[in-house]
């Protein structure tokens, strides 16, 4: 199945400052790539994904590039607020197949 | 707006004990999942249902866990005779297309077993 690699597994930064967390996946057929952000104890939330019929994507802070040659993309927030504190989780998966696979997570702080 | 709904919250048991979780997915939603998340940890895939049957499972997923979609609108995650490392928060997700897109996640059953 479906390999995502997650970097880096915790990232601290202050307000204000942008942050990039990355992701690989190993299997080419995958086309669909989403980001989950998880707050302390609660459900991971969709907050941007991404096809791979498109290199970037933006929302407003959030942002994500995608590089299907070299098979890795990446979550791109700018001016960070505290209230971004969270995990994060990429994921892959193939649109005739439903097993979407988690990267490991990366602990953002943001310190004001 | 529509949300996934699990019960119970927290489920205490006994290992060896039979364990089942519930799930309401979104009313229009056609594919359903479990994953499992171990404190501090990733979310991990355990299997998919699609048109009443499983569509894929992952290695953890063994003759121990079952599903089900007894009727309508639940969605059930059974555990034969949970072992201790099955400690974990359990998430039902829901999506109306294939792929995972846009997947909605329920709130969790946080189970421990003792």
């Known amino acids: 199945g479906e390999n995502v690699e997650q970097h880096p597994s915790t990232l601290s930064v202050q307000e204000g400052d942008s942050a990039v967390i990355k992701c690989t996946y190993s299997d080419s057929a995958s086309n669909y790539f989403p980001w989950y952000k998880q707050e302390l104890g609660k459900r991971p939330q969709l907050i941007i994904d991404?096809?791979?019929?498109?290199g970037e994507k933006k929302d407003q802070r959030i942002a994500v590039t995608l590089n299907k040659t070299a098979k890795h993309f990446s979550l791109h927030i700018t001016e960070t607020q505290p209230e971004d504190s969270a995990v994060y989780f990429c994921a892959a998966s193939k649109s005739r197949d439903n097993d979407m696979r988690f990267g490991a997570g990366t602990r953002l702080t943001v310190k004001p | 707006e529509p949300e996934v709904t699990q019960t119970p919250s927290h489920q205490v048991t006994q290992m060896g004990q039979e364990v089942i979780l519930r799930c309401v997915p979104i009313?229009?939603?056609?594919?359903f999942y479990w994953y499992r998340q171990i404190l501090g940890q990733k979310v991990e895939f355990l299997v998919s249902?699609?048109?009443?049957?499983?569509?894929?499972k992952s290695e953890i997923f063994d003759d121990q866990f079952s599903v089900e979609r007894p009727d309508g609108s639940n969605f059930t995650l059974k555990i034969r005779s949970t072992k201790l490392e099955d400690s974990a928060m359990y998430f039902c997700a829901s999506a109306r297309d294939p792929g995972g897109e846009k997947l909605f996640f329920g709130s969790g059953t946080q189970l421990s077993v003792l």
């Open positions: 991404i096809r791979s019929n498109v």
């Open positions: 249902f699609y048109n009443n049957e499983i569509s894929e």
């Open positions: 009313s229009n939603h056609l594919y």
